[in-house]
């Protein structure tokens, strides 16, 4: 079974710094038949205007995740980490038990576009943690790389839930299969251009829950980049 997400069904906000555009209820968006998925918290589509950002703030008890589409940001934490985030990059916070951390787009020309997505936790009270690792184009070229995993596999960001997070970079005509097994479920969401997935046509923005389906087959109609959530 397949249940499509169009982008424009999503949540949306926006502030005089930050578009936002909220696949589950978040902030002032709220609506119960989108929640979440399994573990699947929130995945929000920011985009942040140059020299803004979000200043100093609080989290407990959830994996966080941002995948850096184009631009930078800057982070800070109460961990002691900082650093700049690029394109391409991504960078893996757990909150744990609780930690406070800034996201600044530095630039002062660009903007800063991102998804940020949460996941719970395998179990909550947790230390903090933080990560940070850059997949280049060709790591994901026209192929599943393993960004994050609950083990660190091949190479990936090891967090602390049964996920694992595939990202590719399709060229157009480009195709990718893979099985999903029957106590996995999986939620794909389309960050740039369009493709067919499993014969449905997806366009940047667009998502898709699958259960009880073994075959996952993605084709690009235009050159694509696309995030696959293995769940539990």
Not at 95 to 108: D, K, L, M, Q
């Amino acid at each position: 079974m397949m249940t499509i997400r169009k982008s424009q069904e999503r949540g949306y906000a926006k502030h005089d710094w930050l578009e936002s555009f909220h696949s589950f209820s978040f902030a002032d968006y709220y609506d119960a038949a989108h929640m979440g998925y399994s573990v699947l918290r929130v995945i929000n589509e920011d985009k942040v205007a140059a020299g803004s950002g979000f200043g100093m703030h609080g989290h407990r008890d959830m994996e966080i995740i941002t995948y850096m589409l184009a631009g930078e940001l800057r982070h800070q934490d109460s961990m002691g980490n900082g650093s700049v985030i690029h394109t391409g990059d991504v960078q893996y916070m757990s909150a744990g038990a609780g930690v406070r951390h800034s996201e600044i787009n530095p630039s002062s020309v660009h903007e800063a576009h991102l998804l940020q997505i949460w996941l719970l936790p395998a179990a909550v009270g947790l230390p903090p943690n933080y990560a940070q690792k850059h997949f280049s184009p060709e790591q994901k070229r026209n192929r599943w790389c393993l960004v994050v995993s609950d083990d660190g596999r091949e190479g990936s960001i090891q967090i602390q839930q049964n996920v694992n997070l595939y990202a590719t970079v399709l060229d157009a005509g480009g195709q990718l299969s893979t099985t999903l097994h029957e106590d996995r479920r999986a939620y794909l969401q389309v960050a740039k251009g369009e493709v067919l997935f499993n014969g449905v046509q997806l366009f940047a923005g667009d998502a898709a829950i699958v259960e009880a389906e073994s075959q996952i087959a993605i084709q690009a109609l235009q050159n694509a980049e696309l995030l696959l959530f293995d769940l539990p």
